[in-house]
Each structure stands twice: as C-alpha cells, then as structure tokens.
C-alpha cells in the first residue's frame, strides 16, 4: 500500500490521475513557460543583456594590448603603487586586465556614454564584480569578452574579484569612476 | 549455504546479508565525512563572520576546499551508495549482485577520498572544489577524485545488476516500487555524471603530471560542470526518492498517482542534466540561444517535474492521514502529523526548505540574465546550502535516524535529543541560508577570506546589514552544527550502545514474493476525502502559495536588475 511496494496495477500509466494533480500540473506549466519566454522578452526589450561576444585571445597579447591602452589615455596615477587612471574616449573601446592580485587599469567613465568594454585574464581565471551595483562576470584567460556597457549613474565603483585566485584573492580590488560630461 | 536473508520484525524489510553488510559500511563511512565535514564547515562560517575570523587566510581556503569536497562529493556519495543498494536489495527482497565487488567499489572510495583529503590537508591544493583551471592543485587531488569515482561507479553498476537479478528471479510482483524508480532515476544520472567527471578530470590530472600542455579553461567549466551540477541532481532524484519513502513508512502513503510521480522522474532523467549550464551564464563566448536553451527552456521541464513533486509528495501524505481520520478542514492532517518524530519532521523540513528556499532561489538565480547580478556571490552558496544541506542532507538524516536502528538491530540512542536534531538542524541551515542570499544581494563575493579587502591598495566597504548578514549566518552555522553533532552522537550512540532488540535470524528459505496492494483497479479510493473533488486541498494551497511566493521574487528580480548599468 506505499511507495516502497510496487504499484497496483502493472501498467501503471493507466491509473487515473487525480484532479488536484492535473489542476497543479497545469498551473506550473504555464508559469514555467512564463519563466521561459521572459528570458528572450528580456533581450527585445530588456536592456541588460550579455550578447555572448568574445574572442579567443593569447593572453600575452591581450596583456600588450592593455599597455598600448593604458599608455594612450592614462590622465593620472593613484596609489602609493602609481597606478594609471585611464580615461579612454567616449564610445571607445575599454580594456581591463584581470591578473594575480589586480586588476589594471583603474577607469574613468562617463555616465550615459556606451564603451565596448573588453575584460580578460593574463593567468588563472577571476570574477568581474562591480560594486555596489553588483553585476558579476567570469573572466577567463584566453578569453577577452566585449560587454556594451552603459554606466548609467556618476559615481566611484569598486571592481572586486569574486572568483577565488590564490591567497591574496581578498587583495584584488579597483576602482572605476564613473564622472558626468 | 550460510542462511543469507533475514526478515525484519518491525519493519517488514528483508535484508541479504552481503547486502546489509555493505550498506552499514557505505553508511558509517558517510557519517563519518559528515561529522569531518561539518566541523570544516564551522571553522569557515566563524570565519566569514567578520568579528571572529577565526582562521588565517591560507588555512580558510585550505578548510573551504576540504568542506566543499568532503561535503559535496564524499559524505553525500557514500550515502547514495548505501540508498542505491537499499532501494535495490532491500526493497525488492533479493540478493545483491557482486558483493565483493562491492567491497572494491567500497575501498576505492575510501582510498579516493584519503588521497584527495590529504592533497588538501598538504595544502598544495587549495583549489575550491570547482579546481577552476589554470590554477594547479597537486595530482593526487585529482587522482584521488578519479579513484572514488570508479568505486562510485562500480556501485552504481551494482545497482544496475541487482534490479536485473530481481527481474530474473522475479522477487517481486509487477513493477518496481516508487522509491526504487526513484533511485534508478538517480543512478542514470550518477552515470552521466560520472562520465563527465571522467573526461575532464583524467586530462586535468595528466596536465597536472605535466603530461597535457594545456586545458582550456571553457571547455573545462562546460565539461566540469557536468559533474559540479548533474551531481547535485543525483542529490534531488535521490532525496526525493527519500520523501516517497518516508511518507510510505510513516504514513503508510501511497502515490497518489503512480504515473504522475514517475513521469516527473523521467523528467529529470531527460533534461536535467542540461541545466548545469546555468553555471556559465556569466562566461566568455556562449551565444545567448545555447544559454536560453540549456539553462531555461529544457531546465523549467525539470524544474516542472520538482514542482509536481512538491505537490505529490505532501499530498501522498494528506490523503493518507485523511483517510485515518484526519479529514476536518485544509490541515488538520498537518496539525495531526507526528511532528516529535525526527523522521517525519527531517523529511518535511527538508521538503519544505528545499521547496521554498532551494527550489525558487535556484530557478530565479538560473534565469540568464537574472544570474549577472548574483553570479559568485555569496547568494550562490546560500541557494546551494538551501538545496544541498536542507533539502538532501536533512531528508538523508531523517532517513537515517529510521534506517539504522533497523539495520544495527538496536533501539534509537538517545531519542529525546534526536527530537530536537531536524529542527535545529533545519531552522539554522534555513537562517544560513538567508543571510547568505541576503548578503550575496549587497554584493558580498563568496569564497572570499575577508571582506573588508585588508591589504588591498584601495578602500572599499560593502554595506553594514551585509556585515550584520555575515555575523548572523554564523551565528545560525553554530545552531545547525549543534543540529548536525546531534546527528552523529544520536547515529554513532545507536551503533555502539543503542539498547539491542531482537537479535537478527537469518534463515535459508528465500523471502516471499513482494507484492503491490490489491487495490481496485477500477480507480481511486479517494473519493469522499477533502474538498470538492480535490483529495489534497491543503496541500493545493500549500502549493500555490510557494507558486506566489516564486512569481513575485522572479519579478522583484527582473525589477533590481532593470536598475543597474545597461548592457548588451
């Protein structure tokens, strides 16, 4: 008479399905359809989306890239470490390198500007979170993955690693301002 | 011949000897990486709690590695395997196939997991259990893994083998029960799983022999994930085979449709493999189709199949309680429900949290674009901790406290405590979760050592509630870890002092056949029960408030990330 008893009648997909069960059935379906089409819906008319564009890339090359980069728009140093504060021009290109423990190099940004904003890694893999507003990406060497991105408010934001990269891991943190026009 | 099966007096079960033999041993061997585990898990939780930080940072990485391998893979695996041969042997009344075997499968486990925990205990392979490459842990982490794979396997081709025994000798009557459908569900799964464990970890283990120059670290995620997810899959078929079985033990409850529940079991064994996907929603190069497809519209028939379960598993239990009696109104079959019986309680706490936590926080996080806002936050490990620790572990508990007086003949050490076990146990690991979910929403990033970044050239400081979050989840690890050293005194008092009943009689006579119920054929014997046609009201409105529950967090979570950057 249970579940660890084999069911009554051999074929058991005969047995008559209980209302409750075809009622419940047929309200999870739909929401799970729900569920499904809100993903597409979110890309027609959504504007936070992550198109899939990225390019295979040799890290070495990805890391010449950066200083080519870092060299051309730098505006100033932070830190006791010089870090360059690179202010690239609107609607450029913008390359951040991931690496142990940094990232390099910090960003000014102009809000309601749209950057192609490139992020990869020079050694082992690390996440791409932008704090406080918490977007998060996975960033793996070999890989330099295109966003489109749009900040949206002026501010200071902080660029924390949120995948776990060795012992200073907690260290590897950066900034991206974000400044009016 | 050596008399080989014995019929157990107060449960009705027949056990083959070589059988049972092999399930207590799979079994001890997993309370025994609970209690390791778990005291690995404590040590991290005090030192996420930022005014204790109990360990240096090299030890923390050191101890969350050994926590996530023990605890996910070790601890939960042996379990399965000694579920696998219960539901098999145990259930369907008939001998075990290969038992020596079963001893290799046992050994290979057992060295698999001592290599690997002591590639972690050295320290050269403080790698996370997801060993992400490029970055090395030392080979014998992998090779370790390798090993307690086969043994794993092999168990499971056991499993295989004895329900084709069964079949032969025709143990049993007409189909194979519920449960063991149930399991058979998550050995398919374990297969798939394994194999995937196999192709990335053999070549991940050669490279770090120096024998491959290079894996790429996409493929390998993609691969890996196979196993990380799919794994964890094998947990939910399993567990809820758990929940049929305790609602039949307890309640004497019945499906209330065999072919309802089945069917969402086959559910999972088609498309739930694919939804391990959603761990690359934030990852380089996969075109937005691939991820809609794998992680959406092929999960959400799997995640169909959880929520008929939800349903069908409670509503199993209302109508059995309403046909002893209990049929006043929507829960009075709730309110009469034996709730000091650790068994019962474990098994609907565990329902319930991983319904209600697990389940919505699992389906919203897995929405592609949803997964940008909390992708490697400490909401991840709060959804796992709901799934994994609430859901599987705490079913395996409450099945545990039943099985193994029954299986070591002795009575229940300590009761009065194991009482209290499931709900400590399950109220901490619930504010665990929360709290982590809450602070993965404020941006708190998971496997991170301190997150006040000292040392770091810059100044950053996540909001005071995630600090308050932080404190309060340790706080609630203390009380589920005080739930879980219940667990193991309870478990391991019973095996060694539990006061012995009858001692256990084999005899030579096979067992007889096992049969189904002579139920009418004709239909259900529901009619009468509940309300309106419907014989599990309260169960139905359960469940549509979990559905409510789960419409409005998905929208809330649509909202918050329509206010960030845009992107594209």
Redesign the interface.
Known sequence: MSAIQPPARRVWWKQPVDRVEIVWIAIALVWCLIMFFFMPYWHVYGEQNYSGEAYRVNPQDYVAKVNEFVEEYTVRHETDRQVPVVRPPAGGDVYLLARLWDWYPILELEAGETYRFHVSSADWQHGLSIQPININFQVLPGYDMVLNVTPTEPGEYAVVCNEYCGIMHHTMMSRIYVVDN | MQPQFRTCPESGLVFHRPAENLIKANAVAAVVFLAVGGLLGLLVALTRWPAVQILN??DF?TVLTGHGVVMLLVWILFFEIALLYFCSSV?LRCRIATPRLGWVAFGLMIGGAAITSWAIIAGSS???MTS????PAAPGFYFGLILFAVGALIGVFMFFGTLVIARDEKT????????TFGALTAAILAVFTIACGAIILIPTWLWSIGYISEI???MY?LVWWGLGHTSQQINVAAHVSVW??V???VF????????????AFFLYILFISVASAHH?L???????E???FNT??VM??A??AS??HG??VP??IEVAQREKGHNRGLFEWLRKAPWGNPVFSGMFLSLVGFGFIGGISG?VMG???IN??????IYVPGHFHATVVLGTTLAFMAMSLWLVPVLFRRKLFMPGLAKWQPWLFGIGTALQTFFMMGAG???V???????A??????E?T??GMAYTMMALNGISAVIAVLGGMIFVVVIVGTVLFGQKTSPAEYSSTRPGI??????S?S??S?AGL?VK?????G??VL??FL?LI??VY?FIN?GY??S?????
């Open positions: 940072a090299q990485y259930l403080s790698v996370m992400y490459v490029p970055m049993y009557e007409g189909s194979i029960p519920l449960v790429d670290p996409l995620r049929y079985a609602a039949a033990i004497g409850a019945r499906p209330m449709s065999e072919k309802v529940s089945r069917g690359l934030g990852d380089p190069g996969l075109s937005t691939w991820k809609i959406s519209y959400y028939l995640v169909l929520l008929v349903l069908t509503g199993s389906v929405s592609e674009q940008f806002l909390i992708h490697n936050t929403t404020l941006g990033s998971r496997r991170h050592w301190d997150m970044f000292t040392g770091s050239a810059f950053w996540y909001p096992l049969r189904g119920p002579a139920e054929l239909g259900h529901h509940g046609g419907f014989p599990a009201p169960t139905f469940a549509m559905l789960f419409v998905f649509y990330l329509a960030v950057w845009r992107f594209s």
